[in-house]
């Protein structure tokens, strides 16, 4: 596991694009989603991603190699809805350990053949973890203020079945983002902590929250720079951003806090801000460009790409990285 902070010390490291961007692309239908095993679904499954990795693993794996190959050194896993909360849409919450477990399996191979290929440059898998379709500090319900879909001890219960099954699968970090409820980060970083505990591992985590809009907050209402403050008791490898914006956007969040925090910074922006079609136009030079203006700042440790991004954008992304030397990380080992 030190592997990847020493990694972090000697380069800029990539991390990949968007998995959803790439798997729309197959354009797969309704049986191709449902495969042999659950061809008698009792209702349609067609857009779960993270079903595919049980049934076109296949396509999974070629993603991750797709991405590996254009120069990212940590690819994440399938897992982005993989939550018993999230797959409740898909009455497949009793599927969550295998769809996690597989797709750390699936996303581990690849990541173990890259680095036998070359050992110089290791590569790594984080355990995608999403926000769920639920928000613990929030009311969904405008005439209730006071109600909650979800509480603090159910995320908790239902992250730690993700960071377990993730882990198991092989995973060498995980990865909490597009947080926009702070609350809920909180619960899968208080469930990491209890699955590190209880197995005896201190695997690195990865913290990445979505400023949501112009106004400069994530949807719980926190600046970038509260939003690391209210983080910052954890013992985290790099916290960061991702989604929603695109990377000139982005820059004055990343500025906001890459002064005031000893943990590594990781941004992953979109391809610019989506069209009138829902569809990202930036191309990879465009995207590189605004990317080279963090580096020459300092500002970040970890970067990739979020929504529109293919590897076309992580190959100009990484080619741009390798010239820059990594934002320098006081110490890696901060006792709070």
């Known amino acids: 596991m030190s592997n990847i902070k020493q990694a972090l010390q000697d380069r800029i490291l990539v991390l990949d694009g968007a998995m959803g961007t790439m798997l729309q692309a197959y354009k797969f239908t309704e049986e191709d989603f449902r495969g042999e095993r659950f061809k008698d679904y009792p209702i349609p499954l067609q857009g ?41 849409d898909y009455q497949m919450e009793d599927l969550v350990y295998e769809l996690n477990y597989e ?5 581990k191979e690849v990541a173990v053949e890259f680095t036998k290929k070359e050992p110089h440059k290791p590569r790594f898998v984080a355990g995608a973890m999403g926000p769920t379709n639920r928000t613990a500090s929030m009311s969904p319900d405008v005439n209730d203020p006071g109600y909650r879909a979800v509480t603090f001890d159910e995320l908790r219960i239902a992250y730690k079945q993700q960071a377990e099954a993730l882990v198991d699968g092989g995973v060498d970090i995980l990865l909490v983002e597009t947080v926009f409820d702070t609350l809920n980060a909180k619960a899968a970083l208080f469930a990491i902590e209890e699955v590190k505990e209880e197995k005896g591992i201190d695997i690195p985590v990865m913290l990445s929250g979505t400023i949501t809009d112009a106004s400069g907050r994530t949807l719980s209402g926190q600046t970038a720079e509260a939003f690391l403050i209210s983080v910052s008791h954890i013992p985290l490898l790099s916290v960061g951003f991702n989604c929603a914006l695109g990377a000139n956007l982005l820059q004055p969040h990343l500025e906001a806090i890459a002064g005031k925090t000893d943990f590594a ?7 610019g801000l989506p069209n009138a079609f829902g569809e990202y136009d930036e191309t990879p030079e465009e995207m590189g460009a605004q990317i080279e203006a963090y580096l020459k700042k300092d500002l970040i440790n970890i970067i990739g790409g979020c929504c529109g991004t293919t590897p076309d954008h992580i190959k100009v992304i990484a080619d741009i990285a390798s010239k820059y030397k990594p934002r320098p990380l006081v110490t890696l080992s901060v006792s709070h």
Request: without cysteine; glycine residues 4%.
């Open 48 to 88: 779960n991603n993270d079903l595919l990795s049980i049934t076109q693993p296949e396509a999974i794996k070629a993603v991750h190699a797709k991405y590996f190959e254009a120069g990212a050194d940590i690819v994440e896993t399938n897992t982005f809805s993989g939550t018993t909360i999230a797959m409740a």
């Open 103 to 107: 797709s750390a399996k699936i996303a």
């Open 265 to 271: 910074v990781s941004a992953h922006p979109n391809a």
